[in-house]
């Protein structure tokens, strides 16, 4: 369960230490709420005390090391004018997307994060979150990196061909959202968050060279981060699996890089040893959904037990893990970390 030492540790292993044990982050909010089953997923994060008590309840009975508030991607981008759908236990995402023009940009507007949409429903959770928790538990809100953003506002495929065809747009629109994500994540450090998990999916190597990365993620990103870090933790998210990509994420300044489900965590921990604490990957879909509770432990257990020597290591799966996936599963995966996760 939730104990004392909780954010001492995760703070010790982000510094490059050994923690007491291994931490245990779990992207499970979707499972979370199937397993909760007091509301569909739209209904439960749409009202803030709802939230709160379905994550809440969620640490509890699985005893996970965070409360990592990722409700969607769609909360920044809602006051800004682009469409969102998304229904019963579905998700809500990004669609009907704003063009891909410097007039877009000259009209867009900060929103105010205590007032502007569902942005509020976050701040008010976090506070009742880490309220309920103090210390015991790592209390985590999201926001978007300057490039992914720039993704959800004029959609992935426009965003690509402004690389090529008007770079100075799309450098510009990330910096807009450095402003953007730099007000929403530090008013979420103000509600109570520790730490911010920063997602950057749409600069992960599937989708753009190194080269590209260079010239137009990277940057913004560092800037984001470097003044987040002023105020709490990042935990940087690219769902990247390919070690030069990885490598580059070093020079950003996070708390912590996860990695990927088809990432070799092992080799990666080895070689950022002393350099950067690393999260973790135990493939969500495979092993943790698919899996027998049995063969759940087994997976678990061998990869704690080859990641944790010498700390700057927590356990996580490397994406979402399923709504489908079975509640004795995720009791699994916890509790054989628990079984070798101490130090």
Request: proline residues 6%.
């Amino acid at each position: 369960m939730a104990y004392d030492g909780c954010m001492a540790d995760i703070r010790t292993l982000c510094n490059l230490g050994v923690p007491s044990r291994v931490p245990v982050f779990a992207i499970s909010e979707e499972a979370d709420v199937r397993w909760y089953d007091r509301g569909t997923y739209n209904e439960i994060v749409s009202d803030p005390a709802k939230l709160a008590d379905c994550w809440i309840a969620a640490v509890e009975e699985f005893d996970y090391d965070w409360s990592c508030l990722q409700i969607d991607d769609c909360l920044e981008f809602e006051p800004l004018g682009v469409g969102c759908k998304g229904e019963g236990s579905i998700l809500r995402a990004t669609c009907d997307y704003l063009p891909a023009t410097a007039d877009t940009l000259k009209s867009l507007r900060l929103p105010n994060p205590s007032s502007a949409g569902r942005m509020p429903v976050q701040l008010e959770a976090l506070q009742r979150v880490r309220s309920h928790f103090g210390e015991r538990v790592c209390v985590v809100g999201r926001v978007a990196a300057p490039f992914s953003s720039a993704g959800l506002l004029y959609g992935l495929e426009a965003t690509m061909m402004l690389m090529l065809e008007d770079p100075g747009l799309l450098n510009a629109t990330c910096d807009f959202f450095v402003d953007l994500q730099t007000q929403f994540g530090l008013a979420q450090y103000e509600a109570g968050a520790h730490a911010l998990w920063v997602g950057d999916c749409n600069a992960m190597s599937n989708l753009i060279s190194l080269r590209h990365y260079d010239e137009f993620a990277f940057e913004p990103c560092r800037r984001l981060i470097g003044t987040l870090n002023e105020a709490g933790l990042t935990f940087l998210h690219n769902s990247e699996e390919r070690p030069a990509y990885l490598e580059r994420e070093v020079d950003l300044g996070a708390s912590i890089v996860s990695v990927g489900p088809g990432g070799d965590i092992v080799a990666t921990k080895e070689a950022f040893h002393g350099r950067q604490a690393v999260m973790g990957n135990l493939d969500p879909i495979e092993v943790v959904q698919k899996g027998t509770p049995e063969q759940v432990a087994e997976k678990t257990r061998a990869m704690v037990e080859a990641c944790k020597p010498g700390g700057g290591y927590a356990f996580n799966p490397g994406e979402m893990i399923p709504r489908e996936t079975p509640p004795e599963n995720l009791r699994a995966m916890v509790a054989a970390v628990r079984e070798v996760g101490g130090y």
